[in-house]
């Protein structure tokens, strides 16, 4: 479906809910890189240290004359790492449903990478996927615990997807780990309020795309860990009594009243390994960081193990 129609039955549902993919235009893009590099966030600088620890190992694992497809490719930053220590990759194939972000990023790495094929694919990788046909092992990069964005069910299906697309290829994966709710507290609530305004910019998607004239001031950014699902909940929370127009549907908010944005689900290693082996995969290392803040999983299938 498109933003419009998604939106509008997000918005119709009860509770309200829209699917977290929406945040990536251009300037949700921009603002979650800046997100990335911002103290509190935790999970990309902890993702980035295993990776170049533990570099050449993961390179010995997926071998030599690989292809990789990175699913939510975004800039495109950590894959770097892995390039840099394969051996003779013939083709990377970044996804992400930000056409613009995703094709600025592509030109980048082919300047740094003169060598390698790179064949970005606009497209929205939690529905059908069309990759270009195989140019040798095809194996999965899904970092920075975007699994995580998913219901544990959908979670498993999406696995059992990817384990489809690869062909039999490995999954390297990122997984942010369960820990003191303080910690997850500040990473989804910075001091700068570069979260709050990733999460608005939804907002100012709708009225510079839909011309839905959300008042990005009657909203506010509320995100707080729930213990008992293991995850982070991202709302928008109305300030006051409004109504909007989405496509010549009027909906009306009432103060307090929420729209759910995004959840971010944390994951026990043993908890993680068992839904990947529910989806097809064998969990074959596991690389964490010494404060067990953040995990890196190299799964196979089931058949080639």
Same mark, same amino acid.
């Given at each position: ?52 620890? #533990? *570099?050449?190992?993961?390179? &010995?694992?997926?071998?030599?004359? %690989? ?5 939510? !490719?975004? $800039?495109? =930053? ?106 997850? #507290? *500040?990473?989804?609530?910075? &001091?700068?309020?570069?979260?709050? %305004? ?5 907002? !100012?998607? $709708?009225? =510079? ?97």
């Amino acid at each position: 479906m498109s933003f419009a129609d998604e939106l509008a039955a997000g918005l119709r549902a009860q509770p309200r809910r829209v699917s977290p993919k929406w945040f990536y235009d251009a300037a949700g893009s921009r603002l979650f890189e800046r997100i990335c590099e911002l103290p509190e966030y935790y999970p990309t600088r902890t993702e980035l240290a295993l990776l170049d620890r #533990h *570099a050449s190992e993961i390179a &010995a694992l997926i071998g030599a004359g %690989a292809e990789i497809v990175e699913f939510g !490719a975004g $800039a495109s =930053r950590k894959v770097r790492i892995l390039l840099g220590a394969l051996e003779q990759p013939r083709r990377f194939v970044p996804v992400d449903i930000s056409g613009e972000h995703l094709v600025d990023a592509a030109s980048a790495l082919r300047a740094d990478h003169p060598g390698l094929a790179v064949q970005p694919l606009v497209a929205d990788f939690t529905a059908e996927l069309e990759l270009p046909a195989a140019a040798g092992r095809r194996v999965g990069f899904f970092p920075g615990s975007s699994i995580g964005n998913f219901e544990p069910g959908e979670a498993e299906r999406l696995l059992c997807r990817f384990a489809g697309w690869l062909g039999g290829g490995g999954l390297l994966i990122g997984v942010d780990l369960v820990k003191e709710p303080a910690q997850l #507290h *500040a990473a989804y609530n910075d &001091a700068q309020g570069v979260t709050a %305004a990733f999460n608005l910019n939804l907002l !100012a998607r $709708a009225n =510079r795309e839909l011309g839905a004239g959300f008042d990005l001031a009657g909203w506010a950014h509320s995100a707080f860990y729930n213990p008992p699902l293991q995850r982070i909940e991202m709302h928008l929370v109305s300030r006051r009594r409004q109504a909007v127009t989405i496509a010549g549907e009027r909906f009306e908010f009432a103060e307090g009243d929420s729209v759910h944005t995004e959840n971010s689900y944390k994951y026990t290693v043993e908890g993680f390994q068992a839904l990947a082996r529910r989806a097809g995969f064998e969990a074959a290392r596991c690389w964490t960081d010494a404060g067990q803040r953040f995990s890196l999983h190299w799964l196979e299938p089931k058949e080639a193990r």
